[in-house]
């Protein structure tokens, strides 16, 4: 890390990793001859006109592939500054408003922006990729990070095998039973067999990573996994030929190994795969680092959920051995992305509704940075909800902490 370029501005010395001006020519040479093609139609036959549609398709792909991969890239020593509205490359000023994500991987930082920009850069050391995710707060610890992955049904070579000829049989059923109501209705089941294989193969999961655990959400159906059960994450390549498929590996203290499905190797599924392990490890440490819970925040065995908020309401924090619960002690168990959900949930409203601009601003980040869904709603609504709410929250939050117990 460099010396700063002005009083609490961080300065980073990193190379950038750019796109080949020559790749993206060569790779645009086949709607460069679209033209050529038309005129030719014009002059010969019009059946030379059909080839447009090729020229576009592999033009488009290819200018997808250079973008996207960026093959032969120019590696230019940048220096990076972090001002309190954007990101300086050099010369070239990113607003914070329009860098959606950042992600990283050993001493690699990209920056994920608007309109599909990136900005690949290498930094001088990992410490110094956490130092800039965190000045530019995108560090896993300050904000949930949303990607894309492929279809659940992709987790493994046997499912996507299993769920492709359960559906052909599926649609076969369907047609067999749609004929013997009405001949003209049998072509009708497969098409819909068909139509529902492709919906179950190619919908996208939706993975958040936030600073208390991973989410998922695929066709409606949800998993929150909290880091107080993952033992480890890693991603990996996995199938042969065609079907190979980056993955991120995720190991569960119940032994249970969750595999979460991400893209195609040669169409950059590694390395999202690579930055969402990343991340999960990176979340997963902070995490077990934790904080301690005031005794006072507790909620008495004897006393109903609607006490209970009404004495946090009151102010009435005060122990057996201790008194009020200083205000900053408060924040620390917010902003514990490690501690008790029903608790964090308590102190929240131990704050009380009159926060100010700053504290708002304070609790905006660490919602921010929540992945569990209802946890997330109580934090958003603890400033502002009724008594009767909040009461109703804390205990859906206890509920579900008590769950597992009560399976096991």
């Known amino acids: 890390m460099s010396e700063p370029s002005a009083p609490g501005e961080p300065a980073f010395e990193a190379v950038e990793k750019r796109h080949n001006p020559w790749m993206t020519g060569l790779a645009a040479i086949p709607l460069a001859l679209i ?39 120019r590696r230019v020593p940048v220096e990076v500054r972090v001002e309190p509205d954007a990101c300086l490359v050099d010369e070239a000023r990113i607003p914070r408003s329009e860098i959606q994500r950042g992600d990283r991987d050993g001493r ?38 949303t990607y894309r992955g492929m279809s659940r049904t992709q987790a493994s070579t046997v499912r996507a095998v299993a769920t492709t000829f359960g559906m052909l049989l599926g649609s076969m059923v369907l047609s067999g039973v749609l004929g013997a109501l009405h001949p003209a209705a049998g072509g009708l089941g497969v098409l819909i067999g068909i139509a529902v ?24 159906r949800e998993r929150f996994v909290p880091y107080s059960e993952i033992v480890s994450a890693y991603s990996a390549i996995e199938g042969m030929g065609r079907g190979k498929r980056a993955v991120v590996v995720v190991h569960l203290e119940a032994g249970e190994i969750w595999k979460l499905p991400i893209g195609t190797p040669g169409w950059g599924g590694e390395a999202r795969a690579d930055a969402i392990a990343t991340r999960i490890e990176d979340a997963r440490q902070a995490y077990e680092r934790g904080a301690v819970m005031p005794e006072s925040l507790r909620r008495p065995p ?38 008790d959900p029903v608790e964090r949930a308590a102190a929240t409203v131990a704050l009380g509704p009159a926060l100010t601009p700053d504290e708002r601003a304070r609790l905006a980040r660490v919602v921010k940075r929540t992945a569990a869904p209802k946890l997330r709603v109580v934090l958003e609504s603890a400033a502002g909800a009724e008594e009767r709410e909040l009461a109703q929250h804390l205990e859906e939050l206890d509920r579900d902490r008590q769950a597992p117990a009560n399976k096991a």
Not at 310 to 317: I, P, Y
């Open 35 to 73: 033209p050529v093609l038309l005129v030719a139609a014009a002059i010969t036959k019009p059946f030379v006109a059909v080839f447009c549609f090729h020229a576009t398709v592999i033009g488009l792909g290819a200018l997808g592939y250079v973008r996207r991969r960026k093959p032969f890239a």
């Open 108 to 145: 690699g930082v990209t920056l994920r922006c608007q309109r599909l920009r990136e900005v690949e850069l290498e930094m001088g050391s990992e410490e110094d990729a956490r130092d800039l995710l965190g000045a530019l707060e995108l560090d896993a610890t300050q904000t949930t990070a």
């Open 197 to 220: 294989m492709l919906a179950l193969v190619f919908a996208p999961t939706r993975i958040e990573v936030g600073g208390d655990g991973v989410l998922t959400r695929w066709l409606g």
């Open 302 to 339: 004897d006393a109903s959920f609607g006490a209970w908020v009404r004495r946090l309401r009151a102010g009435e924090r005060v122990g057996h051995r201790e008194a009020v619960v200083p205000r900053e002690r408060l924040w620390r168990v917010v902003e514990d992305a490690a501690g």
